[in-house]
Structures are given as structure tokens and as C-alpha cells.
């Protein structure tokens, strides 16, 4: 088990990791999410012994891995960009790490073709990455660094670099592959559709430290403050007479904050709310609107594909519970 107790990583004056502890279990896939100078890269390349830690200790198995360095760690990297080898192919790739270990060539040819089937990459072999797309080269980096059977894959931002498309089933493919390897995987991202499609627990940080962690479907069913509600994909906050206008349409206690999906509310003309439609746009999935709610305010809304629904119509709402998050009252608030 890899385990973080009090990591600490500075720049000279500036503090990038503060105070993180985390532990990740053997097998499981850890999710590090957070955006854009939060200090989970700087993280990632500590865990991986880049960077030298200012206080804390990162350890596996209970062993510190202080002065143990980078390729004595059993780690293996893979970045948003693959940083494959132009010149070699897609087998020479993969057996990059095999032949630097000079593992006999009968076990690296026999490695990479079972490599290959597991990316789903069969009869690639002689194909070089320029003739690859780039979810072919994603699946050739993530066979690379599986080839030596790492104890852990560290994972940079690994699908930023595809289009949304690819990404979301490119996730679902590298999910399947991890899970069929049996591998121990620390990912970070600041995009929480990948971290959901790939992780099984889930670690926000923000401004260099961890705000929550917990199992995917914890920490999205309850955000630990505001900040991170938003972060995480949902659309609004409600205070006070409005959370409570719309927690009891849903049969739910009243409290003191609550975060709304864009699709926590959806057009039921026998729905308890009442709502006046402002903008409606159809896309692909739904008929997505902005509606005025009775005693509430302006919320986002949704209605079933082929629903006559036009700004200015009145309509009845119902409230989707698995859409919205009860937000505990903190300091801040």
C-alpha cells in the first residue's frame, strides 16, 4: 500500500503540497482531482521521487522511500502526451523497459503480444506511433508502462491531450485495463468526468492540499463545502428560504445549503414546484432550459427529448435527488 503522511513540497518561498496525507490500497485506483496549480502534479512527481519533499514521509508497504530513488521505486509514469519513441515501433515501444532490464527475447516478445491484447491492440506491432491516433498512442504508452508489472502507475492528466469523445471512451477502456491487470494506479486531473470514468476513490485538492477524499460516489453525493460542489460538476448553490422551497419538494429535511445538478429539476407538470421557462435548447440527450421557480430564483431545468416546452410556458417541476447535495455549514458560510 502506498501511504502519504504530512507530505509537505516547497519552492523556495511557496508552498506546493501542503501538509498531504493519503493512502491508496493495493489493486485500487486513486483519483487525485483539482485544477490548475493545486499542486497535484508537483504530488504525483514526489510520489514518483522527482521531487524532494520539505517535511512528511511517503512510504510503501510501511517502507519510507525517502533516498530511494525514482527507478528503484518499482513506479511506472505515463503522461498526457505518451512520450513515445517516434522512431521504434508500437512492439519495440512496449518492450523498451524489457529490453533495458535484458529480459531474454523470448519472454519479451511473448510480454508484448500479451500487452497488445490487453490495450486491444492486436497486429499493431510493426505500426510506428505517427500512423497511430491518439487513443491508439494512449493505449501504447499505458502497455509501455505496464510492461515491467509496476507495484504502482503513476498517471498524468493521461486523456487531456484527446478530444472529448475519445476521452470518455478511452476512460472506460483504461478503467477495464487497470482493473484486468490488477494494477495499483494514482491518476491526477483536473477534469472530474475522467476521474469518475477511471478511479474507484477520489482525492479534491485545492491550493496544495486535500479539502476531501473518499469513495467516488462519497464524496459526490457529499461535497465537503461550496468550493468544491462546484468543482465537482454541480451547477448551483441554494441558502436558506430556497434550499428549503426545493428540499421539500424532493421530501427532504430542511437545511442550510444545497447544491443543484443542471438536471436536479426536471419538467413534470404534476411536479411540486412551480416554474415559468425562460431559455429552452434542445440538445442531443435532453431539452435543457433556464426557468423561473416560484420563491426560489432562476435554476437550470431539463425535459424529455420532444417535449413542447418554450420560453414563457408555465410548467410543474420535479426534483431528482440523485442530483442534488445537502452542503454542511462550515466556517466560511
Known amino acids: 500500500m502506498l501511504s502519504l503522511d504530512d507530505v509537505t513540497v516547497r ?19 486513486l483519483a487525485v482531482l483539482g485544477p490548475s496549480g493545486c499542486g497535484k502534479s ?3 512527481r514526489a510520489v514518483a521521487g522527482l521531487e524532494p519533499l520539505d517535511s512528511g514521509t511517503i512510504a510503501w508497504d510501511g517502507i519510507d522511500l525517502a533516498g530511494t530513488p525514482t527507478h528503484r521505486r518499482g513506479f511506472a509514469l505515463m503522461f498526457q502526451d505518451g512520450q513515445l519513441f517516434a522512431h521504434l515501433t508500437v512492439a519495440r515501444n512496449v518492450a523498451y523497459a524489457l529490453r533495458l532490464r535484458r529480459t531474454p527475447s523470448a519472454r519479451v516478445a511473448t510480454r508484448v503480444r500479451e500487452l497488445l491484447a490487453l490495450v486491444g491492440l492486436e497486429g499493431y506491432d510493426d505500426r510506428l506511433p505517427g500512423t497511430l491516433s491518439g487513443g491508439e498512442r494512449q493505449r501504447v504508452a499505458l502497455a509501455r ?10 498517471l498524468d492528466e493521461p486523456l487531456s491531450a484527446l478530444d472529448a469523445t475519445l476521452r470518455e471512451r478511452l476512460a472506460g477502456d483504461l478503467r477495464s485495463i487497470l482493473h484486468a491487470a490488477g494494477t495499483t ?12 470514468a477511471l478511479a474507484d476513490r477520489l482525492a479534491v485538492m485545492r491550493s496544495g492540499r486535500v479539502v476531501q477524499s473518499g469513495a467516488i460516489d462519497e464524496v459526490w453525493r457529499e461535497p465537503v463545502d461550496e468550493e468544491t460542489a462546484l468543482f465537482l460538476g454541480y451547477a448551483r448553490v441554494l441558502r436558506g428560504d430556497a434550499a428549503a422551497r426545493v428540499l421539500a419538494a424532493a421530501g427532504l429535511r430542511t437545511a442550510y445549503a444545497l447544491a443543484l445538478r443542471r438536471s436536479a429539476l426536471v419538467v413534470d407538470a404534476t411536479g411540486p414546484l412551480r416554474a415559468r421557462v425562460v431559455q429552452a435548447r434542445v440538445t442531443p440527450e435532453q431539452v435543457r432550459l ?6 426560489v430564483g432562476t435554476l437550470d431545468a ?7 416546452v ?9 426534483v431528482d435527488v440523485t442530483r442534488l447535495a445537502i452542503l454542511p455549514i462550515t466556517r466560511a458560510s
Not at 494514482?186 to 476521474?195: I, K, N, W
Not at 433556464?290 to 420563491?295: F, I, L, N, W, Y
Not at 431539463?302 to 413542447?308: D, H, K, M, N, T
Open 290 to 295: 433556464v426557468v423561473g421557480v416560484d420563491g
Open 185 to 196: 494506479a494514482l491518476l491526477v486531473t483536473h477534469d472530474h468526468e475522467e476521474a469518475f
Open 310 to 318: 418554450s420560453p414563457g410556458d408555465e410548467t410543474g417541476l420535479r
Open 302 to 308: 431539463v425535459a424529455p427529448l420532444g417535449s413542447r
Open 11 to 29: 519552492y523556495g518561498d511557496t508552498i506546493a503540497v501542503d501538509d498531504v496525507s493519503l493512502d491508496l490500497a493495493t489493486g485500487q485506483v
Open 145 to 154: 508502462a505496464l510492461a515491467v508489472e509496476p507495484r504502482l502507475i503513476l
Open 42 to 44: 508537483t504530488l504525483l
